[in-house]
């Protein structure tokens, strides 16, 4: 299926580091389409909610106040296996585990620091782009690179 869609978010180191166009470019370029885009500082609680999973964490109070210090820019992207290829795109989420040539291999050094997010799951991806956006922000269109990235 090609219409498989993933949460990725653009953490607010990424965006104060001008990372947004280079991200994108990762995600286009490798034949992705955009479905949804917004930047957007989040509410402490949104926060928590989207982390909810990793709230008994000793690093939980560190990451709400990270991903709180500025904004963020939220993304659906779509495509064939984009959840698994998604999270390869982004790396490992220790940046200094992370390959050369992915994101955060690339951009990245600290764990606190990893620079983007990425939907670890086809279920949390449907959580996420709930949580994230109203089912009216998600566009369908065909892209014009389509047929020529898929057979
Ligand atoms: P990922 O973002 O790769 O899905 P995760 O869901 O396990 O990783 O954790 C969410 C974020 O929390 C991660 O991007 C950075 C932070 N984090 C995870 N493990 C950490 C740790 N051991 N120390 C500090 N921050 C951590
Ligand atoms: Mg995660």
Known sequence: MSDEQTFIAIKPDGVQRGLIGPIISRFETRGYKLAAIKLISPSKEHLEKHYEDLSSKPFFPGLIKYMSSGPICAMVWEGRDAVKTGRA??????????????????????????????SDSIENAKKEIALWFKEGDIVEWKSAHHDWIYE
């Open 89 to 118: 795109l982004l790396g490992a989420t220790n940046p200094l585990a992370s390959a050369p040539g992915t994101i955060r291999g690339d951009y990245a050094i600290d764990i606190g620091r990893n620079i983007c997010h990425g």
